[in-house]
Nanobody
Framework: QVQLVENGGGLVQAGGSLRLSCAASGSIASLYAMGWYRQAPGNERELVVA???????NYGDSVKGRFTISRDNAKNTVYLQMNSLKPEDTAVYYC???????????????WGQGTQVTVSS
């Protein structure tokens, strides 16, 4: 089995910064596209940013210029640097990845457990 574990969430004042990490663990053969999603109470889950294995990125309009995604393939980890945080960024942030395990021919879509980000005004 493969898993994703997020870290780095917390409480920050508006204008502050946080850095989230998402580490994949288990018998990983290949790690493909990865991304961050978020969901606030009463809202649907939305894409924050995604990054392909080739490094192409796709940012949501609300975070462009403020958030930056990066990945360290050697560590099977993806990061989300969040700057100039706003109260509307408050949500549970979920890591997502397409992962092929060592025992599988096909990749699986895997979700992390989520990490809470709260931005106070």
């Amino acid at each position: 089995q493969v898993q994703l574990v997020e870290n780095g969430g917390g409480l920050v004042q508006a204008g502050g910064s946080l850095r989230l990490s998402c580490a994949a663990s288990g018998s990983i053969a290949s790690l493909y596209a990865m991304g961050w999603y978020r969901q606030a109470p009463g809202n649907e889950r939305e894409l924050v940013v995604a990054i392909t294995s080739g490094g192409s990125t796709n940012y949501g309009d609300s975070v462009k210029g403020r958030f930056t995604i990066s990945r360290d393939n050697a560590k099977n980890t993806v990061y989300l640097q969040m700057n100039s945080l706003k109260p509307e960024d408050t949500a549970v942030y979920y890591c997502n990845a397409a992962i092929r395990s060592a025992t599988s021919r096909y990749p699986l879509n895997v979700w992390g457990q989520g990490t809470q980000v709260t931005v106070s005004s």
